[in-house]
Nanobody, 124 residues
Framework: VQLQASGGGLVQPGGSLRLSCTAS???????IGWFRQAPGKEREGVSG????????YYADSVKGRFTVSRDNAKNTLYLQMNNLRPEDTAVYYC???????????????????WGQGTLVTVSS
């Protein structure tokens, strides 16, 4: 599986962006996740969809503002980000794995395939 993330950019606080992650291979059967890494910080799980029952995970910091979705027909994963804050500034990565249970969904180590990252900057 190869992943290609896009959609990052510069946005003002309170603005919105939609990230996309296009995949090749057996994407529809895989668990997927969005992660982010700010300068000097560890990579953290933002959102994900598990394979066990399709449960969706959101980090507390993004609940109510971010929405993850997937279009299996287009082999594409999305992250709609609304009401962005300066602390959302980071490089965002998409990831995939054949099987990830919900309790592991936020852990980078659970994923086998990674996109190259797209930079999101929230600043006035």
């Amino acid at each position: 599986v190869q992943l290609q993330a896009s959609g990052g950019g510069l946005v003002q606080p309170g603005g919105s962006l939609r990230l996309s992650c296009t995949a090749s291979g057996l994407f529809s059967e895989y668990a997927i996740g969005w992660f982010r890494q700010a300068p000097g910080k560890e990579r953290e799980g933002v959102s994900g969809i598990s394979t066990s029952d399709g449960s969706i995970y959101y980090a507390d910091s993004v609940k109510g503002r971010f929405t993850v979705s997937r279009d299996n027909a287009k082999n594409t994963l999305y992250l709609q980000m609304n009401n962005l804050r300066p602390e959302d500034t980071a490089v965002y990565y998409c990831a995939a794995a054949p099987r990830v249970i919900l309790s592991e969904i936020r852990k980078p180590s659970a994923y086998d395939y990674w996109g190259q990252g797209t930079l999101v900057t929230v600043s006035s």
